[in-house]
């Protein structure tokens, strides 16, 4: 599988160990940057995968933040995008199971390098079970995707 990995900053100290590991599971990497610990938004980082992932150029992403919680939310806006945080091994696996999450986001501040491996290992090893209780929820959750991209009601932003 086709895998893209994208860090910001604060991220990038661990994005070679998880290349690694997705490389040592089998899959390809596309790697999308950061290359330094120069200051980057994460919010930039998070679109550049999620465009990857939305054209077809990766099947699934990795995507690295100091908390995790500032990726996963930058690309959850991401038209066909499901990321989620997750720092323990029953979520990084039931999230594709049961919720079809094709991004796992990281906190390279919040876990250490022998922890992340292991987490998208079990990611990219997970695969979504489509019986019937999950399919109904994930429809649900496309079709508020599409519902609130058609009809943002932009008055109600938080100024």
Request: glycine residues 4%.
């Given at each position: 599988m086709k895998v893209a990995v994208a860090a910001d900053h604060a991220g990038f100290p661990l994005k070679r160990q998880v290349i690694e590991a997705a490389q040592a599971a089998g899959h390809e990497v596309l790697d999308l940057g950061t290359n330094s610990t120069e200051p980057v938004d994460y919010p930039d980082v998070a679109v550049t995968l999620g465009q990857a992932l939305s054209r077809g150029d990766a099947l699934r992403g990795v995507l690295l933040c100091g908390s995790g919680a500032g990726v996963?939310?930058?690309a959850n806006?991401?038209?066909?995008?499901?990321?989620?945080?997750?720092?323990?091994?029953?979520?990084?696996?039931?999230?594709?199971?049961h919720d079809d999450m094709n991004v796992l986001a990281l906190g390279a501040r919040v876990i250490g390098p022998a922890l992340a491996m292991e987490l998208v290992t079990t990611f990219l090893a997970a695969r979504y079970g489509a019986e019937e209780r999950h399919a109904r929820r994930v429809h649900k959750v496309q079709l508020l995707e599409q519902q609130f991209a058609e009809h943002t009601d932009t008055?109600?932003?938080?100024?």
């Open positions: 996963a939310i930058a806006k991401i038209f066909g995008v499901r990321a989620a945080v997750c720092h323990d091994h029953y979520s990084a696996h039931q999230a594709v199971e008055s109600a932003r938080r100024k």
